[in-house]
Antibody, heavy 115, light 109 residues
Framework: EVQVVESGGGLVQPGRSLRLSCAGS????????MNWVRQAPGKGLEWVSH????????NYADSVKGRFTVSRDNAKNSLYLQMNSLRVEDTAVYYC????????WGQGTLVTVSS | QPVVTQEPSLTVSPGGTVTLTCDSS?????????PYWFQQKPGQAPRTLIY???NKHSWTPARFSGSLLGGKAALTLSGAQPEDEADYYC?????????FGGGTTLTVL
């Protein structure tokens, strides 16, 4: 089955770190750019980050720049989001989405930042 | 970062036509912004309807179309169905970043 599955979410205190993963299957993962998008409870979508097929080109939203790092391991068909210095406002469902056409979305993983 | 603006809400009658728009604070939206349109229903992940202004995925119903209209990106729904009631988001690409609009809640009534 062609899918992406996010994992790694949970409850974390402000200032702490968390690493999200996105596992791709059923397609050639290394051929696609990948994206992270988040959605705070009851709010709209927010683009977070993009990474090119080889990982050399990365981009971030201003709201996470300097705190979040996107990476990928094509040998493991996996995408990662290292989130440091987490803030309450980072609380959201985090989705990974495949490709420049956003052709495949996962079901998301919930990150809750709270003391 | 730029601000992308959408109508907060719109209503369309069943079988009717409605156009959702997507505006950029930096000026006219062009094909260079590679406009995307996403549909999201309650409790579900988003799904992409339109990419690169007017390209459809295999699952995109024919009644949806994307275009540039009056300096904005536009999503037109012709022949609205009850199942089209959802939130719709546009996404524009800028140098080094992408920005979502705030979303439009479409009611079919």
């Amino acid at each position: 089955e062609v899918q992406v599955v996010e994992s790694g979410g949970g409850l974390v205190q402000p200032g702490r770190s968390l690493r999200l993963s996105c596992a791709g299957s059923g397609f050639t993962f290394s051929s696609y750019d990948m994206n992270w998008v988040r959605q705070a409870p009851g709010k709209g979508l927010e683009w977070v980050s993009h990474i090119s097929t080889g990982g050399s080109d990365v981009n971030y939203a201003d709201s996470v720049k300097g705190r979040f790092t996107v990476s990928r391991d094509n040998a493991k068909n996996s995408l990662y989001l290292q989130m440091n210095s987490l803030r309450v406002e980072d609380t959201a469902v985090y989705y990974c989405a495949r490709g420049s056409a956003y052709s495949l979305w996962g079901q998301g993983t919930l990150v809750t930042v709270s003391s | 970062q730029p601000v992308v603006t959408q109508e907060p809400s719109l209503t369309v009658s069943p079988g009717g036509t409605v156009t959702l728009t997507c505006d950029s604070s930096t000026g006219a939206v062009t094909s260079g912004h590679s406009p995307y349109w996403f549909q999201q229903k309650p409790g579900q992940a988003p799904r992409t309807l339109i990419y690169d202004t007017n390209n459809k995925h295999s699952w995109t119903p024919a009644r949806f179309s994307g275009s540039l209209l009056g300096g904005k990106a536009a999503l037109t729904l012709s022949g609205a169905q009850p199942e089209d009631e959802a939130d719709y988001y546009c996404l524009l690409s800028y140098t080094g970043a992408r920005v979502f609009g705030g979303g439009t809640t479409l009611t079919v009534l």
